[in-house]
């Protein structure tokens, strides 16, 4: 009996030292996976973790928009303007024909003009068209069907003094948010001295 707990005893202190031995390897193994910023059961995913692994995010690249894609939804449509200018005697005179050769109808064009020397302030416009500057007007030109002619505009302004000549530029402010691959019917420079003929664009 006395050798049997006399036994027990001996082990007693063997068996506490396994135990701390124990916790002390178990605190090296946490202060490792702290210091290496891996968590308990987590495996780097690239080598391969089974299926205890921790999930991480999976980021997806961005597609850029497609412009053909963006195009398509917005419809495609070519505005065009043709006319001629005139300068005599102090007066501009502008007579501008708007089209659209498609393929998609537009709902509404603007069409801007700017000339090289303001014009009288109290020069008369086209219901229309609306003064923007000293020297710049813009009109509408209504809804245009696929491949149909819009409106034609028709203006005379009266100029301050009596220049030699007069520029003008033309152009497309809004086409109804249609795409045009095709710029440069609607966009325009004319130079028109003061000799009352028709010069075209």
Known sequence: MFGVVGGRAALRPAAVRGTLATVVVAVLVAATLIATGTSSGATDAGRGGGPGAAARPVLSAVTAPDPAAADGARGEADVSYHGHVSLWNGHVGVWLATANHGPSPVSGATVRLRFSLAFDPGATLPPSCLRTGPSAVQCGTGPMRAAG?????????????????VGLDIDTVWNGGMTDHNPANNTHHVLAPATGDPYTF
């Open 149 to 165: 002619n819009g409106v034609q505009l028709a203006l005379d302004l009266a100029t301050l003094g009596t220049p030699t000549e």
